[in-house]
């Protein structure tokens, strides 16, 4: 049962993470290929595709959360989790959330970043076509 569970959470959370790969391919690439302005965007961009498979897999599959349907507690009679229906559906749940959420962080982070990288490339650009418009 601990099996099943395991693999229906990795399952879940790499169905969620090709859905946000997929979504937002196009966008990354066009903000890459802005910023970059070279081929290694493409090389770049397929990374990222990447770091969201593992932030999302490694986000939804909690292993920590999952042992405890394996390891008895360390308090002296304690005894293993049992896991039923609800613990199913919470634990579920939780694999769309925490994929969702470790998603979501990873891309804050690098339209953060490109964000920074776009105004200093823009600045760069302006201040080029002010010194090609004085010079010329």
């Keep these: 049962m ?5 693999i229906v959470t990795f399952l879940v959370a790499a169905a969620i993470s090709t859905i946000v790969a997929l979504v937002f391919r196009k966008p990354a ?5 802005r910023i970059i302005a070279d081929e290694v965007s493409s090389v770049w961009c397929r990374y ?24 008895a507690p360390a308090v002296k009679g304690a005894q293993i989790v049992e896991l ?4 199913w559906v919470l634990e579920v749940y939780r694999a769309i959330i925490g ?10 982070v690098f339209f953060i970043f490109a964000l920074i990288a776009f105004v200093i490339v823009r600045n760069a650009e302006i201040a080029k076509s002010r010194h090609e418009g004085k010079a010329g």
């Design 29 to 33: 690439g066009q903000i890459l290929r």
């Design 48 to 71: 990222l595709m990447f770091a969201i498979y593992v932030v999302g897999i490694s986000s939804g599959v909690n292993i920590g959360d999952l042992q405890k349907y394996i390891t």
């Design 2 to 6: 601990f099996l099943t569970l395991l």
């Design 84 to 87: 039923t229906n609800e613990r």
């Design 99 to 108: 994929t969702l959420q470790g998603l979501a962080w990873a891309l804050l």
